[in-house]
């Protein structure tokens, strides 16, 4: 791969990373969430693969198609098998924030990420790093959709856009992560998620939902 073509296949998966996550938190539609969640795990994919390429690299390309397994097969299966298993209407109803104010904090956020990596990107200029505010603007807006979204799906979601973002940074700093380190990380992200999975189908048994406004209320009742 040619360096121009490098630089342009990079920036190109970093600009997806980065709308997949604004679309996440404009749309309230859980199925549409989890579909757009899948796309971004192929960008994510996709940019370990441009990485791969790049360098040369055969242990990168095996992190990559892991990556892709993962974070735009399995995990959105799960997701989606939660969403059927939860019974509930399939859309995240009354957010703590409208969509016009969350369309407001991506932008916000995003430039938050861009003036709080600069040292960080002049610590060592290249096309890369030049990406990194891409992936700390994902962990925000993750972070964001974790403390005002209701549901626990939703919350689910918001706290893998998190790890999608650190992973994003992992890459984009030091060009590539070990086969050994992704793979522990995708264990942990793994026993995350079906660990959620069991709460949120055990609490749809035993309360009738998963907003969690609606539990908060039950417990101070």
Do not use: K
């Amino acid at each position: 791969m040619t360096d121009t073509g490098y630089v342009q296949a990079l920036y190109l998966a970093c600009g997806v990373l980065l709308l997949t996550a604004v679309v996440i938190l404009w749309r309230r539609e859980l199925a549409v969430i989890i579909r757009v969640f899948a796309l971004q795990g192929a960008a994510l994919a996709a940019l370990a693969a441009i990485t791969a390429a790049h360098q040369g690299s055969a242990e990168l390309w095996a992190v990559a198609a892991g990556i892709a397994a993962l974070r735009a097969g399995v995990l959105p299966w799960l997701l989606r098998r939660a969403l059927v298993e939860s019974g509930q209407a399939a859309r995240e109803t009354q957010p703590l924030v409208n969509v016009a104010a969350s369309l407001l904090a991506a932008a916000a956020l995003t430039m938050l990420a861009y003036a709080v990596s600069q040292p960080l990107v002049a610590l060592a200029p290249s096309p890369a790093t030049q990406a990194v505010p891409v992936g700390v603007a994902v962990v925000l807006i993750g972070l964001f959709v974790l403390v005002t979204r209701r549901r626990a799906l939703s919350q689910l979601v918001g706290f893998l856009l998190m790890d999608n973002g650190i992973t994003t940074v992992a890459f984009l700093t030091t060009e590539g992560v070990g086969l050994i380190v992704e793979v522990g990380v995708w264990l942990d992200v793994l026993l995350v998620v079906l660990v959620l999975q069991i709460l949120t189908t055990r609490m749809r048994a035993a309360f009738g939902g998963t907003d969690l406004d609606d539990l908060r209320g039950l417990r101070d009742t």
